[in-house]
């Protein structure tokens, strides 16, 4: 069986709920800043995203200090001597199991709880406050958004763009205590990274995505319906969040257990998933696991507003309604997307950056 070439992170099951009946959908380019219909096969993908090179791989095995030098020079051995034929198997299963991991194991039970959720919907009569899922799908999905939010290009890019720019940071502080002149970034140093897909898979196939779940399942859930004649919007990175609370730095606290923190994701045109953290958002106690009615159109636009700001190029739309997306160009000019880095923080005498 050969490779799979397109890779995708965000699921092509979940993007169909956004398209027409030929599997397209509108698509607007941050990049290019182009309005486009396209198949959703060609959309949140990318060639290879997630395939590891072999070499690579073989290479990590034999840096583990735990691995002794004897089974080192073993595993090299075996691999030599193995048939070509089933060695090139073994390397493609080994290169592609990431991809392997979310097709086989996490999509499937994804599509199959957010269609729980979208059925229960459109099967009853009267949807509005009656239960739209479990504790128990709850804590399955948790996990599941977990790998969602981990798997997503945005995450990669921005997880390597704070690791650089905080090795930065470092690098600025440590020469300023030598020289009272150093003029921040005349230092440049960029750190030694593995393959970013090596990094990125040990970083899914590690406990991270879990806690992230932990933090998700504590929240209060409900599930937001459109009532307006406005389409959610998704985009290549659709699980969004924001703030609702100062963190202890006077900055706006963004971690997925942050007091205030408020977590969207929308499930079609018409439905969205909430998330919002219990001590701040006190108010969504009595609408926890139902559905709510959302009849402002600003709720609408508020929660489209975070997929336009918070996707990493693409913003996807049933239809060819990209009004929101006008208005922010004529407010911010161009929403190509921007490096991720530290901002500098106040701490009395101390600056961090």
Same mark, same amino acid.
């Given at each position: ?29 941050? $990049?290019?800043? /182009? ?6 096969? =060609? !959309? ?28 080192? @020079? ?11 034929? =089933? =060695? ?23 599509? /199959? ?66 020289? @009272?002149?150093?003029?921040?970034? =005349? ?35 409900? !599930?937001?319906?459109?009532?307006? @004649? ?22 706006? &606290? ?52 975070? $997929? ?18 006008? /208005?922010?160009?004529?407010?911010? &000019? ?20």
């Amino acid at each position: 069986m050969g490779k799979v070439k397109n890779q995708h992170y965000v699921p092509h099951s979940y993007l169909k709920y956004f398209a027409n009946k030929k599997e397209q959908v509108w698509v607007y380019d941050k $990049q290019t800043d /182009k309005k486009f219909i396209s198949n959703i096969d =060609s !959309v949140a993908s990318e060639r290879y995203f997630y395939d590891v090179h072999f070499d690579q791989i073989l290479d990590s095995l034999l840096k583990i200090d735990s691995i002794s030098d004897d089974d080192k @020079e073993e595993l090299k051995r075996i691999l030599d001597e193995t048939d070509y034929s =089933s =060695s090139e198997e073994a390397k493609k299963s080994m290169e592609q199991s990431i991809e392997s991991f979310f097709s086989q194991k996490v999509e499937g039970n994804f599509k /199959k709880f957010l269609d729980n959720i979208r059925s229960r919907y459109t099967m009853r009569p009267s949807p509005l406050f009656s239960q739209a899922f479990t504790n128990e799908e709850r804590a399955h999905l948790s996990v599941l958004l977990g790998f969602q939010i981990v798997r997503s290009k945005e995450f990669r890019e921005s997880y390597f763009e704070m690791k650089e720019s905080m090795t930065q940071s470092i690098v600025d502080m440590v020469a300023s205590s030598y020289d @009272e002149n150093y003029e921040k970034g =005349s230092i440049v140093f960029r750190p030694r990274l593995e393959s970013k897909p090596l990094e990125h898979a040990n970083l899914i196939q590690s406990e991270f995505p879990f806690k992230i779940a932990e933090a998700l399942s504590s929240h209060y859930w409900f !599930v937001g319906i459109n009532q307006t @004649e406005l389409p959610f919007y998704t985009s290549d990175n659709p699980i969004v969040k924001y703030a609702h609370k100062e963190d202890s730095f006077g900055g706006m &606290g963004f971690g997925y257990a942050s007091p205030g923190i408020e977590v969207a994701f929308p499930l079609s045109n018409k439905l969205i998933l909430v998330l919002a953290e219990k001590s701040v958002h006190r108010h969504y106690k009595d609408l926890d696991k139902l559905y709510v009615p959302f009849t402002d159109r600003e709720n609408i636009i508020y929660y489209n507003s975070l $997929q336009v700001i918070q996707s990493n190029r693409q913003v996807y739309c049933h239809d060819n309604n990209f009004k929101l997306v006008e /208005k922010f160009k004529k407010r911010d &000019g161009s929403l190509a997307r921007k490096k991720v880095k530290l901002e500098p923080v106040s701490l009395g005498d101390i600056k961090i950056k």
